[in-house]
């Protein structure tokens, strides 16, 4: 995923100011900044569930930003996992996700099936198939949204603060799914305030503020030896 010269503008307020960034496959790129600093924004320049005022953004080799390009082609291969976990509460888990898989990819009923069974397996909740969301903890239920994302086999995963809405007991079964998911080679753009997370798992870390990148690196550079004073003053509030 390539991010080149982003800027985002609602009215007056400028809320992304040039924004480059460079995903590889399979790399993990977690993103960290205070609240405001245009993180979620970011995320929804890149499915384009906002329209970037200027600048590219290019997915798996497609420019998501050119305007003869249809967009639910270029949605269906980015999975997004938001801090709410939207799943559909009339629905079961294995229905949540085999909805989408076939109504947009149009796959048979017993294809869909497979694959969300499958997917439920992957985030370690194959015994919750016929639970509905009410019936799930928020973990759980975050879970299955992680897996209904996986299901439509996208090519890039973006996570917008999956673990702030839970309770702390429940972040680790999260995490843990996410820190699989990297080993098993997938390409991620994270929001998140989980330090040990983006230390561990993260190939380099962006720090933002202002709607620009203040500085970025691995993470025990930008978390462990951070240069910018923005940065350490954040850093001193989360950690
Ligand atoms: P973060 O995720 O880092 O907390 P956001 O991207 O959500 O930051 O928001 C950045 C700024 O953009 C905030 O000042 C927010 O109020 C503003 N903003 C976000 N979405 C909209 C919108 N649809 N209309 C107007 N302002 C918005
Ligand atoms: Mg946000």
């Not at 639910?72 to 801090?83: E, K, P």
């Not at 009923?109 to 015994?127: F, H, M, P, T």
């Amino acid at each position: 995923m390539r991010i080149r010269g982003l800027h985002k503008a609602f009215g007056d307020l400028e809320v992304l100011r040039g924004i480059d960034i460079t995903v590889q496959r399979g790399e993990v790129v977690c993103v960290i900044g205070p609240s405001g600093s245009g993180k979620s924004t970011l995320l929804r320049c890149v499915n384009l569930l906002e329209e970037p005022t200027s600048g590219t953004v290019a997915v798996a080799g497609t420019e998501v930003t050119d305007p003869d390009v249809d967009i639910d082609q270029v949605r269906r291969r980015i999975g997004m996992v938001f801090q709410s976990f939207n799943l559909f509460p009339h629905l079961t888990a294995l229905e949540n996700l085999t909805l989408a898989q076939r109504r947009v990819l149009r796959r048979p009923k017993g294809e869909a099936v497979r694959v969300g069974r499958a997917n439920l397996e992957r985030v370690g909740l194959s015994d919750k198939e016929d639970a509905y969301p009410a019936q799930l903890s928020g973990g759980q239920q975050q879970r299955v949204a992680i897996a209904r994302a996986l299901s439509m086999d996208p090519e890039l995963m973006l996570f917008d603060e999956p673990t702030s809405a839970l309770d702390p007991e429940l972040v680790g079964d999260v995490l843990a799914v996410m820190r699989s998911l990297a080993q098993e080679g997938m390409t991620m753009l994270v929001v998140t305030h989980e330090m040990s997370f983006a230390r561990e798992v993260a190939d380099r870390v962006v720090f933002m503020d202002g709607g620009v990148i203040v500085e970025e690196g691995s993470a025990e550079r930008v978390v462990g030896a951070p240069r910018h004073e923005r940065t350490r003053a954040f850093l001193a509030r989360v950690l």
